[in-house]
C-alpha cells in the first residue's frame, strides 16, 4: 500500500493555473504508474492524467490535453499535475492514485489504481 498527500489546491479564476502535488510515502512508489483523477460535484470520478514509472508515457483525458501536464520527480517520490488555462468545469476534488501492480501496462481505468490520497480541491471560477 502506497500513501499518498495531495496538495495545491484552491481558488483560482478561469484562464488562471495552479500546479498540484502528490507526495508518496513509499520507496515502491517509483515501480508504480500514477494518475490523477477528479470528481465534480454530483459527478462520476473521471480519468484526467497518468504516467509510467520512468515518466516517459504519459496520457491525458481528451478535457485536459494540452493544458494540463504531468510528471514526476522519483528521487522526491512525488508526482505534479500543472494546471493551465483552468476552466469552471475544471472544479473539481483531484485524487492522486497509485496503480496496484508493479511496472505493467499504463491504465487509465481507476480500478486498477489500489492506492489513493485523500484529495484536493480545486475550484474555478467564472
Known amino acids: 500500500q502506497v500513501q499518498l498527500v495531495e496538495s495545491g489546491g484552491g481558488l483560482v479564476q478561469a484562464g488562471g493555473s495552479l500546479r498540484l502535488s502528490c507526495a508518496a510515502s513509499?520507496?515502491?512508489?517509483?515501480?508504480?504508474?500514477i494518475a490523477w483523477f477528479r470528481q465534480a460535484p454530483g459527478k462520476e470520478r473521471e480519468f484526467v492524467a497518468c504516467?509510467?514509472?520512468?515518466?516517459?508515457?504519459?496520457e491525458y483525458a481528451d478535457s485536459v490535453k494540452g493544458r494540463f501536464t504531468i510528471s514526476r520527480d522519483n528521487a522526491k517520490k512525488s508526482v505534479l499535475l500543472q494546471l493551465n488555462s483552468l476552466k469552471p468545469e475544471d472544479t473539481a476534488i483531484y485524487y492522486c492514485?497509485?496503480?496496484?501492480?508493479?511496472?505493467?501496462?499504463?491504465?487509465?481505468?481507476?480500478?486498477?489504481?489500489?492506492?489513493w490520497g485523500q484529495g484536493t480541491h480545486v475550484t474555478v471560477s467564472s
Open positions: 513509499v520507496f515502491t512508489f517509483r515501480m508504480r504508474h
Open positions: 504516467i509510467t514509472v520512468n515518466g516517459e508515457t504519459t
Open positions: 492514485a497509485a496503480k496496484q501492480t508493479l511496472y505493467g501496462e499504463i491504465s487509465m481505468r481507476s480500478s486498477d489504481f489500489g492506492s
